[in-house]
């Protein structure tokens, strides 16, 4: 059945009539059945690590929509937690951490491989997973990329341009690459578990690389994802990989191959015709949905989607969204998105 997966015959260079389609954040706050779920699990984090709650909400999209995809539940900042940061979550506003900017935390944070009792029930979440979900759903674990959870360690929040994070990377590069480092050992042995789980895809999240410029982009964006991905294919070359440098602009081109990367993930701002010309000679590209699309609706929603499939008709390509799937989007434009690109 592996083989009749329409989403991994993308990834495996295949150019099928209708794309496979899944959405960033389709388990998420814009469906009421997610929402009802996280209040019964309590807190977020509380949801991450109930593997039984997470496998539900992982379904949720996959029994309302009939996705090609599932996309275990859970967030990227669980590695600096097994790490040893403390994490927490405000309503309202976000994931707050513990940072990390000298080097002595640096030198704390604990070994890559002593996160596995930490991350445990999310490897169950996808052996749950890989059991309950339908023969011909394809199940993609992933994880953020370094220098995306990196931002985060050492700002202790999201921040506009990641600055904190840049400011450590010019101040003292030798902590920086420390922190860069151990997250690149940690994010290797964690997909590998989520492979052993019952993973088939693995994507990769590196939401700030686009605030990388040049040597920078190439030295802390493209060469740890590069690391991992030849970690991953060192032990499980079957299993493919979708790297998703958010806002590369044009150190898009040649990602996929510098890193070994099955698929590239587009963001919104990505030209289709150069993506058509350029990008996809590479392989299979995802993407690239408006997501406010998704809250707005009606005709715009139709014809963008209808754009973005022909412009990509021409090699192996994965509907999806340029990024996440806001709370704010109606659960029923979700529906019109598929019946523009299904036409069923």
């Not at 341009?161 to 042995?189: M, N």
Request: with cysteine; hydrophobic share 40%.
């Amino acid at each position: 059945m592996a083989e009749q997966k329409k989403l991994l015959r993308s990834l495996n260079g295949e150019t099928l009539d209708t794309p496979p389609v899944w959405m960033m954040r389709q388990a998420g706050r814009y469906l009421p059945e997610y929402r009802a779920t996280r209040a019964e699990a309590g807190d977020f984090l509380s949801l991450c690590y109930n593997p039984e709650l997470a496998a539900e909400v992982s379904l949720q999209p996959i029994r309302r929509y009939g996705f090609d995809a599932a996309i275990m539940f859970a967030d990227i900042l669980l590695v600096p937690q097994a790490l040893g940061s403390d994490v927490w979550f405000v309503t309202g506003e976000g994931p707050r951490l513990s940072t990390i900017t000298t080097p002595d935390q640096a030198a704390a944070m604990k070994p890559a491989d002593a996160i596995h009792d930490k991350l445990s029930p999310i490897y169950e979440t996808l052996r749950i997973l890989r059991r309950e979900l339908p023969s011909e759903t394809t199940l993609i674990g992933f994880a953020g990329a370094p220098w995306t959870v990196a931002t985060y360690m050492i700002a202790g929040r999201g921040t506009p341009d990641q600055g904190p994070a840049h400011a450590l990377k010019e101040s003292d590069r030798a902590t920086f690459e420390a922190v860069l480092d151990r997250i690149t050992e940690a994010t290797i042995e964690y997909l590998l578990m989520q492979i052993e789980a019952g993973a088939e895809v693995i994507k990769l999240f590196d939401s700030w690389a686009g605030s990388l410029k040049g040597d920078d982009f190439t030295k802390y964006a493209l060469e740890p994802t590069r690391k991992i991905i030849a970690a991953l294919k060192a032990k499980h070359p079957n299993t493919p990989v979708i790297a998703f440098p958010r806002e590369a602009g044009l150190a898009y081109e040649g990602f996929a191959k510098a890193v070994g990367a099955d698929c590239l993930a587009l963001d919104t701002k990505v030209d289709l015709k150069w993506a058509a010309d350029v990008l996809q000679k590479d392989g299979c590209v995802q993407g690239n949905l408006d997501p406010k699309l998704m809250v707005e609706g009606g005709d715009r929603l139709i014809s963008e989607t209808k754009r973005i499939v022909k412009a990509l008709s021409g090699g192996p390509h994965i509907f999806n969204l340029g990024h996440g799937i806001t709370p704010d989007a109606n659960p029923e434009n979700v529906h019109v998105m598929l019946e523009a690109i299904r036409g069923t």
